[in-house]
């Protein structure tokens, strides 16, 4: 079975810092990976994926995330964090096969002005 | 561009009654899915079709069922409400052919918030 870990339910940042948000996954085969954002009463948003390929991604909204298979994690990084950005962010993964996602619990990212 | 569509938006649902949420996607995507998002759980996947006339079953499916008779809709039927069902559901649909930047993209809908008392 696929599981994917947040460990961090808030991420505080100051705007302009560096901003990372945590993800560790487990799966059977080749992970397809990918981190989704969701604003107040609205639907998720795609951000970026790895399914293969170089191990940074970039995404939209100068979002990137670095794959590592030996650490099992795909983290999501922005170099300079904007107010606009205080968001609830899911990390999720899938093997490949045909069903769904499995996504994290989230992480609400605030970013202090 | 329309997307993923889900109606209604909002919606109060009597403990024992059942309901129709409806989805519908102009992407012509073939995948089509059902989540529910429950405070503090992330997104768990209820259904799952992998295209017209064929659907599956996801982690939560007990207490729903769904249909796929076109690949544009995609119902979810909630029958004898529970209070459990209380969440907010969100459909989802992605493109798996053999090529595209945006395979494998789960295209998300606004969600329908229901409140079953």
């Known amino acids: 079975a696929q599981s994917v870990a947040q460990p961090e339910d808030q991420v505080n940042v100051a705007e302009g810092n560096p901003l990372t948000v945590k993800c560790t996954y487990s799966v059977s085969g080749n992970p397809y990976l990918f981190w989704y954002v969701q604003y107040p009463n609205r639907g998720l948003q795609f951000l970026l994926k790895?399914?293969?390929?170089?191990?940074l991604v970039k995404g939209s909204y100068g979002f990137e995330a670095e794959f590592n298979k030996s650490q099992t994690s795909f983290h999501l990084k922005k170099p300079s964090a904007l107010v606009s950005d205080s968001a609830l962010y899911f990390c999720a993964v899938r093997d490949g096969g045909a069903d769904g996602l499995t996504f994290g619990k989230g992480t609400h990212l605030i970013i202090q002005p | 561009n329309a997307g993923v569509t889900q109606t209604p938006k909002f919606h109060i649902l009597k403990i024992g009654q059942s309901m129709t949420l409806q989805c519908t996607q102009d992407m012509n995507h073939n995948y089509m899915y059902w989540y529910r998002q429950d405070p503090g759980m992330g997104l768990k996947l209820i259904y799952y079709s992998v295209g017209a006339g064929i659907t599956d079953k996801g982690e939560v499916p007990n207490g729903y069922n769904v249909s796929r008779s076109t690949t544009e809709d995609f119902p979810l039927r909630l029958e004898l409400a529970a209070p459990s069902q209380t969440s907010v559901y969100f459909c989802?649909?992605?493109?798996?052919?053999?090529?595209?930047?945006?395979?494998?993209?789960?295209?998300f809908g606004a969600g329908t918030r229901l409140s079953v008392l």
């Open positions: 989802a649909s992605s493109y798996t052919g053999l090529a595209g930047g945006n395979k494998n993209i789960q295209y």
């Open positions: 790895y399914i293969t390929g170089d191990n």
